[in-house]
C-alpha cells in the first residue's frame, strides 16, 4: 500500500486535492489528510530492524511536525479573503518538511501559474519578489 501511495502519479494526486481550493474539508478531516500525506513522506517511519528503532522514534516526531505544518498550509491556501500574493508570503515559513514544500510548490504551479490565467498577468504575478523568496526556500 506504501509503495502504491508513494507513486509520482498518486502522491501528486493526493496533493492537488488537497491544495485544491475547490475542496472544503473538515478540521478532522483536514488533519486526518494532513497526517496520511506526512505518513507516506516520512522515510523513517518504514525502516526495518532492531537498529531502526531510534529512527522511526524520530520519524514519528517527524511525521506529527510535518502533518501540523500541512494543516496550517492548508488553512492558509483556504483562505477565504487572502489575495494569492498574501498566502504566498504565509507559505514562506512553511517549507519546513519536504511534503509541505511539495504541497506549496504545487499550490503554486496549479493556482497561481495556472494555465487559466491570461499571460499579462502571469507575467505580472511571476515578476513578484515573493515568488523569488518562495522558490529560493
Known amino acids: 500500500v506504501l509503495e502504491a501511495l508513494r507513486s509520482p ?16 474539508l473538515t478540521g478532522r478531516e483536514r488533519a486526518a489528510f494532513a497526517r496520511l500525506l506526512a505518513l507516506v513522506a516520512v522515510d523513517d517511519l518504514w525502516l526495518e530492524g532492531p537498529a531502526a ?3 522511526r522514534e524520530n ?22 479573503t487572502r489575495s494569492w500574493l498574501k498566502i504566498m508570503g504565509s507559505l514562506t515559513p512553511l517549507q519546513r ?15 497561481v501559474l495556472s494555465k487559466r490565467i491570461p499571460p499579462q498577468d502571469l507575467l505580472v504575478r511571476m515578476s513578484q519578489p515573493m515568488m523569488f523568496v518562495l522558490l529560493r526556500r
Open 9 to 24: 502519479a498518486i502522491l501528486e494526486a493526493m496533493v492537488g486535492s488537497f491544495v485544491d481550493p475547490s475542496m472544503v
Open 53 to 55: 528503532q531510534e529512527a
Open 59 to 80: 520519524g514519528v516526531e517527524t511525521m506529527e511536525a510535518a502533518a501540523a505544518e500541512l494543516e496550517k498550509l492548508h488553512q492558509a491556501v483556504h483562505h477565504p
Open 97 to 111: 518538511h519536504a511534503v509541505t514544500s511539495f504541497a506549496g510548490l504545487h499550490w503554486l504551479s496549479s493556482i
